[in-house]
């Protein structure tokens, strides 16, 4: 498993993100990232170079709900040097956009509303985007809002993603506890995030981030027994 640390709270990148990325240097990370709202792509430059000073790759999550806003978010990753684009609801642009570029494109499966984001669909039609998405050229993986389903299970949500699949599939949003995380390794995702839990202390030895994240990363790095 791999945990991605998200500079982020309400699906927005937290102010001064490049101050309190300033905290957490000197942990195990190897994941960080924030989205498209809240900052601008200048700001978010700077995070990526501290970010890649240190060695980690860096992660922008499209959350614009107009297509005009998402498509920009697209274009500025270019400019902003994330490694990974995660979120998206219009991969066909998305991958043109991206074409040439070295960054590693997961958008969403599903159907997605809202600010925050809501996923949407039966499992099966989650599920069948998925393949649809992960068989275009220029789709490295996807973006799971498993745990934002309102009508699902979120574990049989990731399970058939995963399996439907032909890319890594990250579970982002809504995750605090280390069952989890369990439950989501042991059906195959590659990795998660967490954001807005760690900024409101709710994760052990909170409410410092860096203790909180060096707790994650102990999760992250917890023997996992397959379902």
Known sequence: MNFIFMLTHYDSTVPNAAEIYEQV?????????????GATPEELAIVAEKAHTDGLEVFLEVVSTSKESELASLEAARYIGVDWVMGGTHAKEGVGILTGSQVKYC????????HPSILSGSVLEVAQDAKELT????????????????????????????????????????????EQIRQIASVGAWGFTIGGAIFEGRLPNGPDLADQISAVLRMEGAEVIAD
């Open 25 to 37: 240097r000197g942990t195990a990370l190897r994941y960080v990232g924030f989205k498209d709202i």
């Open 107 to 114: 958008p969403f499966p599903g159907r997605i509303r809202g």
């Open 135 to 178: 068989a275009m050229d220029g789709v490295f993986g996807l973006d799971l809002l498993a745990y934002r389903h309102l009508d699902e299970d979120p574990i049989e949500v990731t399970r058939a993603v995963v399996s439907a699949s032909c890319g890594p599939v990250i579970v982002a949003g809504s995750i605090v506890t280390a």
